[in-house]
C-alpha cells in the first residue's frame, strides 16, 4: 500500500501532544489537535457570560496547552506561521473529523483505560487503513489493542516520540504481534526521512529500550544524590556539558519532561519486572515521593526540582529545591577547581582522569555513577585512589 501522509490528528494537547503537533507541523502536515472539554467554566468564562457549549469553552484546554508550547524555549516550532498549520478542537464535537486523516496519534494521560476509552471513540470514525498510534513512555501496547476491530490491530503500534520532539532524534516504533510488517516499514522510512528521526524498532517490554535504560540511569543517580547527601545544584554541574551531555543535564531535564513521567515509567518497570535484577534501582526515593505526594512535577506544575519567581525587584529568578528542607533556596554557584580545568579538554578520557583528582566528594560521587558501567572509566580509574562509597 502507497501512503502519503497530508493530514495527522493528535489526540491529546499536554506537553507532548502540542511539541508533537508542532513537529508535524514544521515539515508541513495539517494537524487537528484535540483535547476533552471542560466540564465546569472558570471564572473568566462566568464574567463573559459564557456556557458550557460555547466553543471557546469547549477548545479552551487545547488552546491554552498549544499556546503554552508555542511560548516554550527552545521553540518547538520552526517559524512561528507554520502554526497555522494546527486548527484545534475538542473531543466532544471534532472526534468525527478524524476520517480525514492519515494518521491518528493518541497523546493522552498516561492511564491505560483513559487510554483504550480514547481507542474506542476512534474507532467509531476511523475509516479503514489508517495509521493509529500511541505515544507512551512504558504501557504495554498489546494492551492497549485489546477489544479493538482486526483493522485497528492491523494498523496499530506504539511511536514513542521523545521530548521535545523537534530536538531529541529518537523515535521507538513498538508493534504488536498483530501489526502488519507494510506498516512498521512505513514508519520507520517515515521517521527517518520525514520527521528527521532515528528510528528503533523496539519489543513490547517494559519501559521499552531508551526509557528501560533511561530511568534506570537516572533512578540509580536518584539513590546516590540521597545516599551521599549531594545538592540539586551539585548534581546539575557534575552531569551537564563536563560528562559530554546537555546543558540541562540531570534535574532540569526531569523537570521539563516532567517527574511524573519518569515516575510512572520507574513504577511500571518495578512492579513488572519482580525477577529483575537491578529491581531495586527503579524504587522512588524518599524525596521524589514526596514531590510527586506535593505534585511538584516540573514545568508542567510551574515547580520541580527548580522554580522561577519574581524576586523583589521584580525581575524572574530561578530557585533550586533543598532536598533536605524541601525549601526553594537561591541557586548555589557549585565551584570544583578540576571542573574549570576540564572546560578545554575534549577527550573524555582525559577529562576523567582530570575529574578524578578533585575534592573526594566529587571523585565519590563520579567514581559510582560510572564505575559499574563503563570499561574505559574502569581503565583510567584503576590506578585511582579507593576510598568511594560502593
Known amino acids: 500500500m502507497k501512503r502519503n501522509i497530508k493530514k495527522v490528528t493528535v489526540l491529546g494537547s499536554g506537553i507532548m501532544g502540542s511539541r508533537i503537533a508542532s513537529h508535524f507541523a514544521n515539515i508541513g502536515i495539517e494537524v487537528l489537535l484535540l483535547d476533552i472539554a471542560p466540564k465546569e467554566l472558570n471564572e473568566e468564562e462566568i464574567k463573559k457570560g459564557l456556557t458550557l457549549d460555547s466553543v471557546a469553552v469547549k477548545n479552551r484546554i487545547v488552546n491554552a496547552a498549544l499556546q503554552s508550547t508555542l511560548k516554550a524555549n527552545p521553540s518547538p516550532i520552526y517559524k512561528k506561521s507554520f502554526s497555522s498549520r494546527i486548527r484545534t478542537g475538542n473531543f466532544t464535537d471534532n472526534m468525527k473529523e478524524i476520517a480525514s486523516s492519515d494518521w491518528i496519534l493518541e497523546a493522552v494521560i498516561e492511564n491505560i483505560d483513559i487510554k483504550k476509552s480514547v481507542f474506542t471513540e476512534v474507532e467509531k470514525y476511523r475509516k479503514q487503513g489508517t495509521l493509529i498510534t500511541s505515544n507512551t513512555s512504558g504501557i504495554p501496547i498489546h494492551l492497549m489493542a485489546e477489544g479493538r476491530s482486526d483493522d485497528f490491530k492491523k494498523h496499530f503500534c506504539g511511536t514513542h516520540f521523545f521530548n521535545p520532539p523537534r530536538y531529541l532524534r529518537l523515535l521507538e516504533i513498538i508493534p504488536t504481534a498483530d501489526t502488519d510488517q507494510e506498516v512498521i516499514s512505513f514508519l520507520e522510512n517515515y521517521g527517518d526521512v520525514f520527521l528527521g528521526k532515528s528510528t528503533v524498532i523496539c519489543k513490547d517490554t517494559p519501559a521499552f529500550i531508551a526509557n528501560r535504560i533511561g530511568v534506570y540511569s537516572i533512578m540509580s543517580l536518584l539513590h546516590l544524590v540521597d545516599k551521599m547527601g549531594l545538592t540539586v545544584d551539585e548534581i546539575d554541574k557534575l552531569t551537564g556539558p563536563i560528562l559530554g551531555r546537555p546543558k540541562s543535564a540531570t534535574f532540569r531535564t526531569t ?3 516532567g517527574l511524573d513521567t519518569m515516575v510512572k515509567v ?3 518497570v518495578y512492579d513488572r519486572c519482580p525477577n529483575d535484577e ?5 524504587r522512588l526515593p524518599a524525596f521524589v ?3 510527586v505526594e506535593q505534585k511538584w512535577f516540573g514545568d508542567k506544575t510551574n515547580q520541580g526540582f527548580y522554580k522561577k ?5 521584580g525581575k524572574s529568578e530561578i530557585l533550586t529545591l533543598d532536598l533536605k528542607t524541601f525549601e526553594y533556596v537561591p541557586k548555589s554557584k557549585v565551584k570544583f577547581a578540576t571542573l574549570d580545568q576540564t572546560k578545554t579538554i575534549d577527550n573524555f578520557k582525559d577529562r576523567i582522569k582530570v575529574l578524578l583528582q578533585g575534592k573526594i566528594k566529587q571523585v565519590n ?4 555513577l560510572f564505575v ?7 581503565t583510567v580509574f584503576r590506578k585511582q585512589p579507593k576510598n568511594f562509597i560502593r
Open 255 to 257: 523537570d521539563v519532561v
Open 309 to 313: 519567581v519574581k524576586n523583589a525587584t
Open 372 to 378: 559499574h558501567y563503563s570499561p574505559t572509566f574502569l
Open 289 to 291: 515521593q514526596k514531590m
Open 278 to 282: 537491578a529491581r531495586e534501582a527503579f
Open 365 to 368: 560521587f563520579i567514581v559510582n
Open 266 to 268: 520507574a513504577n511500571d
